[in-house]
């Protein structure tokens, strides 16, 4: 019989938790990496081709490191369930700004990642919420709104389609620990992406125009794939070996605070008191999370 250490424990979730927060403050570089590049992709080809460069990055490295994904059996219902996630968050989010506004979209698919993530671990560990960690969750979510600036405008399809990104970030974390339990985690991520960039490549392909693309452009999403994918997804994938996935999802919302933050110094937007607020809302809302018993995973 193992016993339980909790200083071990402590550590484990505080690497955990670490790894996710940097992985989030890569991918919160989205927008200004997109902002500074060219603007002559669509969003829709910027994220298909996004999650594919970056699936292809995960796929040499673990190949080289003799981690192949095809070493392992591919168990369907998680493959599939890892597709889903991928494409779904890297496709219905654009479209949800698209129809919705970006405040709307961003508040709805950010406010629908933690409570689907924590119905997830109800269901599949018997982690039941527990009052830190819902404390955290509503205060970061208060600093989201805002750091969203406002909504003007509510287009219910467009709402639609941000539930659905906003569910493909904890479809995607839980299909890669259950991946986890058989294999390393850098393994785990790469069958995650390359799933998704199954869903993703036809996008790609129907919205690309080999003979209008700056090399700026490309530039700009080879960043975006190998950085904000490749990279991001193997440091996510470390957290979410140590982490619940509730509580992993709930560091993510670290990204938006990320994201106005280099609005503010890099792109010189107006520093106001509502974002400043935000960000620290945000911030403390991940550390009470943090600090849950069920942060860490025991299963």
Do not use: N
Request: aromatic content about 8%; glycine content about 12%.
């Amino acid at each position: 019989m193992i016993e339980h250490d909790p200083q071990r424990s402590r550590g484990s979730t505080f690497w955990g938790v670490a790894a996710v927060a940097v992985a989030t403050s890569l991918i919160g570089t989205i927008g200004t990496a997109a902002e500074l590049g060219p603007d002559s992709l669509s969003p829709v080809a910027t994220g298909a081709w996004r999650g594919v460069i970056g699936a292809a990055g995960l796929l040499v490295v673990s190949t080289s490191r003799g981690l192949a994904p095809w070493r392992y059996r591919l168990p369907v219902r998680w493959v599939l369930l890892a597709g889903f996630g991928v494409a779904a968050s890297q496709l219905s989010f654009f479209e949800a700004m698209d129809r919705t506004g970006v405040a709307v979209g961003t508040l709805v698919a950010i406010g629908v990642g933690p409570l689907m993530a924590g119905v997830l671990d109800w269901l599949a560990y018997r982690h039941r919420p527990d009052r830190r960690w819902l404390a955290g969750v509503a205060v970061a979510l208060a600093g989201v709104v805002l750091l969203s600036g406002g909504a003007e405008q509510v287009v219910w399809s467009g709402v639609a389609f941000a539930v659905l990104a906003g569910s493909g970030i904890p479809a995607m974390g839980f299909a890669a620990q259950q991946l986890m339990r058989d294999r390393p985690l850098l393994t785990a991520m790469t069958t995650v992406m390359m799933a998704g960039s199954v869903f993703l490549l036809p996008f790609g392909l129907i919205s690309l125009d080999t003979s209008s693309i700056p090399f700026g452009s490309v530039l700009t999403v080879v960043y975006l794939g190998l950085v904000t994918v490749t990279l991001a997804h193997w440091l996510w994938g470390a957290g979410l070996k140590r982490l619940t996935l509730s509580v992993a999802v709930v560091v993510g919302l670290l990204e938006p605070a990320v994201a106005a933050t280099l609005a503010m110094t890099v792109l010189s937007e107006p520093v106001t008191v509502a974002l400043i607020a935000g960000i620290c809302l945000v911030i403390a809302g991940v550390a009470v999370t943090s600090l849950s018993p069920i942060a860490g995973r025991h299963d």
